[in-house]
């Protein structure tokens, strides 16, 4: 697999870790953290934007305030050359008029006059708060409006790709990115996924059976050999890097990271 995404949290040194470990074009998310706001979320991918990357900002639909503050959003957007936002439902209190993701992106596309490439966010596993048959019918119903959808974050290979075989199945046609740890050891690996409500396969590498010794056998997560097994169907691989860029392997700095899209 040669497509890949780095997801990034804003922080103090972020930035400066983006442009030592990453060359410019690479593809990077900014998630958006409550204790921060949307604010940062914004800045940091204005400037990275400004350095060359090709940046995708995380917008939860339940932190935005109001309609007028989405149409500022745009245009800080549109005006730091930045056409592709990350639509999610979010995790927080409702701050404003959006519960769900959908409502958020009609009112983008209306606003925008579809001028930005908009991502969804899939759940293969369990999702600790929504109903999983929930979720994938919100999927379905917001598909049209969508670019590509970004799985949560998963370690296991087999329930990635049952996932893509089900929206194949159901004629949900999107590119897909499977998304995936940066290679942190077991223990540190374990302690920052469990804050991020992954499902049933962090269970399964907090236990030393086949799937933890497969994926840790080098002492950290083996991360082209989980690119590997993943297969050419999915578009590319989204990292999330928990802003170790430096864990990265050399080996994957050195191929092609420009992404899927131009």
Same mark, same amino acid.
Request: a neutral charge; glycine letters at 8%.
């Given at each position: 697999? /040669?497509? %890949? ?9 972020? /930035?400066?870790?983006?442009?030592? !470990? ?7 998310? =900014? ?19 400004g350095q060359? %990357? ?45 519960? /769900? ?6 009112? =983008? ?53 049952? %996932?893509?075989?089900?929206?194949? $199945?159901?004629? =949900? $046609? ?46 950290? !997560? ?10 050419p169907d ?29």
């Open positions: 697999m /040669e497509n %890949y995404r780095f997801k990034i949290a804003p922080s103090r040194d972020a /930035e400066e870790m983006v442009k030592r !470990f990453l060359p410019s074009r690479s593809e990077l998310t =900014i998630s958006c953290v409550p204790a921060h706001g949307i604010s940062e979320t914004l800045e940091t991918a204005a400037r990275l934007s060359g %990357y090709r940046v995708i900002p995380h917008l939860p639909a339940r932190m935005i305030p109001s309609t007028s503050f989405l149409r500022k959003i745009l245009a800080i957007l549109a005006g730091s050359d930045i056409g592709r936002i990350l639509v999610m439902a979010g995790d927080g209190a409702q701050e404003g008029p959006y519960a /769900e993701s959908l409502h958020l992106m009609e009112d =983008i596309s209306e606003l925008s006059n579809g001028s930005f490439q908009l991502g969804i966010v899939g759940h293969p596993e369990v999702h600790p708060h929504v109903p999983n048959p929930a979720l994938y019918d919100a999927l379905l119903a917001k598909q049209h409006l969508a670019a590509d959808i970004t799985t949560q974050l998963c370690f296991d290979v087999k329930i990635l790709r049952s %996932y893509l075989q089900r929206l194949r $199945n159901d004629g =949900i $046609n999107l590119p897909v990115w499977a998304s995936a740890p940066c290679p942190l050891g077991r223990d540190e690996l374990i302690d920052a996924a469990s804050r991020l409500g992954v499902g049933a396969s962090l269970h399964t590498i907090k236990r030393l059976g086949p799937l933890a010794r497969r994926q840790f056998r080098h002492g950290a !997560f083996d991360l082209e050999q989980f690119s590997l097994a993943l297969g999915f578009a590319g691989l989204h990292i999330n890097t928990f802003n170790r860029l430096n864990a990265l392997p050399l080996s994957l700095m050195a191929s092609h990271l420009t992404g899927a899209t131009q």
